[in-house]
């Protein structure tokens, strides 16, 4: 049977709280940010929330549910429907029109209900929200909260007769995730500060520049590409999804001047040939001075790897400075890529991935520590002792309709710290690549410069 700390990591893997630095509402800086509501997202998470919220409580004393708006309705509909006590609904305010109920949903004078809350903080919301049932003649002597930051509202509800009923409070989070390896100790202890009241201290992260990361480095690919970005004052890397040699030379021979790589996926190039295609793609690279990066997404055991990387008919260990790879075959699958530098795949772009939180850390672990790993592709801020690829940058659009996921120049820079952009169409698809590829250049090269 699944135990309650189980639960909390599949609830966590969802980015229900997140740890850094966040200004609340009440304008206090807080070294953790909670957030349930993607809870609701995920149908048997919320039916087994449902159910741990039902067995703390004396199911009889109730008549009716309700949720505190909005974050704790899909939580009382889940109570609802396991425990088959209807379920009342109460509106953030009346409507303006029609009845003008604040209250919806079938209840009698008299009855008592069970208030359900996401999150209690100082307790101000629901000391707003009983009122406003009780005035319907309905008692509230319950209330079953998600989770308690233990800042004073549980205590502060109890004194005035509630019951107060929690799954979780942050310090039972906090020892749950330390033991999984998820929360460092530096965070645990700005934490504990938080709640003791004392002043927390914030390490205020700063971004490196090239010429920092330069000296820190020590794989010979990312040197180069440091290099080239710093003599070329580009950080742009062009994806060049097309589907023939004349069009992949052809891009080649348009943005080269601007970009610091050119990533491929060679392998959908219909009349692929090693002497038509790669040769004189190696030249133009040479040329035009900037690296080829196979975004094969290797993803297999090193034995595997290590075969589609050195033969067949795309010989990529002969031609590409660096290839993309997944981080799931763990530590050893990362040894067979020797001639070029490993771009770890720790997050993807499209709406949806299954990459979630505890898939970017262990994968970033293993990206930290691995000689031949010299970045990673993520949405998200990585470490410093890496290269941040970030994909999905456009200037033009938020999205695409089909679940990818924009971001500008600016804000990979200045808030996720990325080293190097990658885009895709929005230089192919241009009606001028040379002029797009430009464009982007120069972006990139001042969100870089402001960011510092």
Same mark, same amino acid.
């Given at each position: 049977?699944?135990?309650?700390?189980?639960?909390?990591?599949?609830?966590?893997?969802?980015?229900?709280?997140?740890?850094?630095?966040?200004?609340?509402?009440?304008?206090?800086?807080?070294?953790?940010?909670?957030?349930?509501?993607?809870?609701?997202?995920?149908?048997?998470? $919320?039916?087994? $929330?449902?159910?741990?919220?039902?067995?703390?409580?004396?199911?009889?004393?109730?008549?009716?549910?309700?949720?505190?708006?909005?974050?704790?309705?899909?939580?009382?509909?889940?109570?609802?429907?396991?425990?088959?006590?209807?379920? &009342?609904?109460?509106?953030?305010?009346?409507?303006?029109?029609?009845?003008?109920?604040?209250?919806?949903?079938?209840?009698?004078?008299?009855?008592?209900?069970?208030?359900?809350?996401?999150?209690?903080?100082?307790?101000?919301?629901? $000391?707003?929200?009983?009122?406003?049932?009780?005035?319907?003649?309905?008692?509230?002597?319950?209330?079953?909260?998600?989770? *308690?930051?233990?800042?004073?509202?549980?205590?502060?509800?109890?004194?005035?007769?509630?019951?107060?009923?929690?799954?979780?409070?942050?310090?039972?989070?906090?020892?749950?995730?330390?033991?999984?390896?998820?929360?460092?100790?530096?965070?645990?202890?700005?934490?504990?500060?938080?709640?003791?009241?004392?002043?927390?201290?914030?390490?205020?992260?700063?971004?490196?520049?090239?010429?920092?990361?330069?000296?820190?480095?020590?794989?010979?690919?990312?040197?180069?590409?440091?290099?080239?970005?710093?003599?070329?004052?580009?950080?742009?890397?062009?994806?060049?999804?097309? $589907?023939?040699?004349?069009?992949?030379?052809?891009?080649?021979?348009?943005?080269?001047?601007?970009?610091?790589?050119?990533?491929?996926? &060679?392998?959908? &190039?219909?009349?692929? *040939?090693?002497?038509?295609?790669? +040769?004189?793609?190696?030249?133009?690279?040479?040329?035009? *001075?900037?690296?080829?990066?196979?975004?094969?997404?290797?993803?297999?055991?090193?034995?595997?790897?290590?075969?589609?990387?050195?033969?067949? &008919?795309?010989?990529?260990?002969?031609?590409?400075?660096? +290839?993309?790879?997944? +981080?799931?075959?763990?530590?050893?699958?990362?040894?067979?890529?020797?001639?070029?530098?490993?771009?770890?795949?720790?997050?993807?772009?499209?709406?949806?991935?299954?990459?979630?939180?505890?898939?970017?850390?262990?994968?970033?672990?293993?990206?930290?520590?691995?000689?031949?790993?010299?970045?990673?592709?993520?949405?998200?801020?990585?470490?410093?002792?890496?290269?941040?690829?970030?994909?999905?940058?456009?200037?033009?659009?938020?999205?695409?309709?089909?679940?990818?996921?924009?971001?500008?120049?600016?804000?990979?820079?200045?808030?996720?710290?990325?080293?190097?952009?990658?885009?895709?169409?929005?230089?192919?698809?241009? *009606?001028?690549?040379?002029?797009?590829?430009?464009?982007?250049?120069?972006?990139?090269?001042?969100?870089?410069?402001?960011?510092?």
């Amino acid at each position: 049977m699944e135990t309650k700390k189980q639960f909390f990591l599949e609830c966590y893997q969802l980015g229900i709280i997140k740890f850094g630095k966040f200004t609340l509402k009440s304008g206090i800086e807080s070294p953790f940010y909670v957030d349930l509501r993607p809870l609701a997202s995920d149908p048997k998470i $919320l039916k087994h $929330l449902a159910n741990y919220l039902l067995e703390m409580l004396p199911l009889d004393n109730f008549d009716v549910i309700c949720g505190v708006p909005y974050a704790a309705l899909p939580m009382a509909t889940a109570m609802s429907l396991e425990s088959y006590i209807p379920l &009342i609904i109460k509106r953030k305010e009346a409507k303006s029109y029609g009845t003008k109920k604040l209250i919806e949903g079938i209840y009698k004078k008299g009855q008592n209900c069970l208030l359900v809350e996401d999150v209690i903080t100082s307790g101000k919301s629901l $000391l707003e929200t009983i009122p406003e049932i009780e005035n319907e003649g309905i008692t509230v002597s319950d209330i079953v909260v998600v989770l *308690d930051r233990q800042q004073g509202g549980k205590e502060m509800l109890e004194e005035k007769g509630y019951n107060v009923h929690t799954l979780f409070n942050i310090t039972e989070v906090c020892e749950m995730l330390s033991e999984e390896n998820l929360l460092m100790d530096d965070e645990i202890a700005r934490i504990k500060d938080f709640l003791e009241g004392n002043i927390v201290k914030f390490e205020k992260r700063t971004r490196k520049s090239y010429e920092e990361k330069n000296k820190e480095t020590q794989h010979h690919i990312s040197q180069k590409l440091i290099n080239i970005a710093i003599a070329k004052k580009s950080n742009l890397i062009a994806s060049a999804d097309v $589907l023939t040699t004349s069009e992949l030379l052809s891009l080649a021979e348009k943005v080269g001047p601007n970009i610091v790589a050119l990533k491929t996926h &060679i392998d959908i &190039i219909t009349d692929f *040939d090693y002497e038509k295609t790669i +040769v004189p793609l190696l030249e133009i690279a040479k040329r035009h *001075d900037f690296l080829l990066m196979e975004d094969r997404k290797f993803a297999d055991i090193g034995n595997t790897q290590e075969l589609q990387y050195s033969y067949g &008919i795309y010989r990529i260990s002969s031609w590409a400075d660096l +290839v993309t790879s997944q +981080v799931i075959g763990g530590y050893a699958a990362m040894e067979y890529f020797l001639n070029s530098g490993i771009v770890a795949i720790l997050g993807m772009s499209s709406k949806g991935t299954l990459t979630d939180n505890h898939y970017r850390n262990e994968a970033e672990k293993i990206a930290i520590e691995h000689p031949n790993i010299i970045g990673g592709v993520c949405q998200n801020e990585i470490s410093d002792s890496l290269l941040l690829f970030t994909p999905g940058v456009n200037l033009a659009t938020a999205g695409d309709g089909k679940g990818q996921q924009y971001n500008t120049p600016e804000h990979v820079f200045k808030n996720l710290h990325s080293d190097f952009i990658i885009v895709g169409r929005g230089i192919y698809k241009a *009606d001028d690549a040379e002029k797009a590829s430009l464009e982007y250049k120069i972006a990139g090269w001042n969100a870089y410069l402001a960011s510092l």
